[in-house]
């Protein structure tokens, strides 16, 4: 069993930096992909970011493309996300997650993270 804990969420003015991390528990983190997701108040969980098991694949949703960036560090069992020019919008719970493959829906994701708190003022 994979559990998952982030860290690294904060309040950051708009168009500040945070690097969320999600360490992993036991030996799946190198043969999992992970994924990023956030949930906003009221609203659904949306797909962040995935990377595949090699780190050979990743994708972005478009609202944060070219602003963020996932990468994981095999020797560490953590995966990051590095936010750059955040935006108010960008204000969620951030939950990292554990699947199969870097898909980007929510469901097909084994393992949870318990989230952490991000939230970016104007």
């Known amino acids: 069993h994979v559990q998952l804990v982030e860290s690294g969420g904060g309040l950051v003015q708009a168009g500040g930096s945070l690097r969320l991390s999600c360490a992993a528990s036991?030996?799946?983190?190198?043969?999992?992909?992970m994924g990023w997701f956030r949930q906003a108040p009221g609203k659904e969980r949306e797909f962040v970011a995935a990377?595949?098991?090699?780190?050979?694949?990743?994708d972005y949703s478009e609202s944060v493309k070219g602003r963020f960036t996932i990468s994981r560090d095999y020797l560490k069992n953590t995966v990051y996300l590095q936010m750059n020019s955040l935006k108010p919008e960008d204000t969620a719970v951030y939950y990292c997650a554990r699947g199969s493959w870097p898909s980007t829906r929510s469901s097909e994701y084994d393992n949870w993270g318990q989230g952490t708190q991000v939230t970016v003022s104007s």
């Open positions: 036991g030996r799946a983190f190198s043969r999992s992909a």
């Open positions: 990377v595949s098991w090699n780190g050979g694949t990743v």
